[in-house]
Structures are given as C-alpha cells and as structure tokens.
C-alpha cells in the first residue's frame, strides 16, 4: 500500500516542500496513471464484459496494472449454481452479499444491486459464473481482447 512506504521531502530554507523523493514503484505508478489520464477522458474507464451460462457481467480493473482489482458494476448478473470446486472464500463471499442484500435473486440466478470492488478480476469471475475462473483470461473488452492481453496481470 502507498501510505506504508517511505516518502521524503525536500524543503526550503522556511520549512515549505519543494520536492519528494519517492521508491521508484511509486514514481513509476504515478507516471503509468498519469499517461493513462492523458490518453483517457476524464470519468472514462474502459469497460470489460464476461457472458456465461446466461450471466452477463461488467466491469473495470481497478489500482496497479500488474495484480489489479476489480469492479463489478451494478445490474451484473450471476450464474445460480456452483461447482463443487468453487474455492471457499468465493461461496462466503456469495452468502455475504446476498446478507447484505447486494446480491438478489434474479430468475434464472443473481443480480448484483450495487457496484462492488473486489480484490482481483479473478474472484470477481469465478463468483458470477459459480466456478473458478481466470479474471485475466475471463473478462473482455469491447475489442475482444481480454485483461491479461491488454496488459493486466503482467509482472514488471
């Protein structure tokens, strides 16, 4: 996280911050934010889409590009069932939404009510399609291309 690393100031003669020397992951993800804000419109986020079994899915990464997380956009539906492998933090965190009302019941399975952030695009994936999924691989742009070939995911 951001807070946690060490950032230092350089300051004039009264005190007043002229610079900051920051690790260079940080430097590096301000500068990939700032190129993206210069290629984007502001309030413009690029939608990615995953259908399965009927369950239609959107969304957009969220935070730094080599492990982001993701939000799911209110109106997302969900399949109903779910395999016997769905890792266990996906089934709570299912039974979690659904208790907080932000998952309903939507024949033939879920709506999500709100828009929801989660941790990656992979536990967003497998919770709407009930079985586990690669996020990378599962969500699309409107291009076809999905996260991991937009250049999600991707160790620097």
Known sequence: MMLSKQVSFIVDNRGNRQAAVVPIDIYDELM?????????????????????KGAVASGYPVGQRHQP????????????????????AVIELRLS????????????????????????????ASLVAGNNRSGLDAWRNDAGFSLKAS??????
């Open 69 to 88: 997380g993701f939000m799911l956009l209110a109106g997302s539906t969900l399949v109903a069932e779910q395999a016997d492998s769905l890792r266990e």
């Open 97 to 124: 939404l659904q208790a907080k009302g932000l998952l309903v019941t939507e024949a033939p399975g879920y709506r999500l009510t709100e828009d929801y952030l989660f941790n990656s695009p992979s536990l967003a």
């Open 32 to 52: 990939a934010l700032q190129k993206a804000l210069q290629e984007s419109r502001p309030g413009e986020r690029e939608l990615y889409h995953f259908h399965v």
């Open 151 to 156: 250049g999600f995911g991707k160790k620097e």
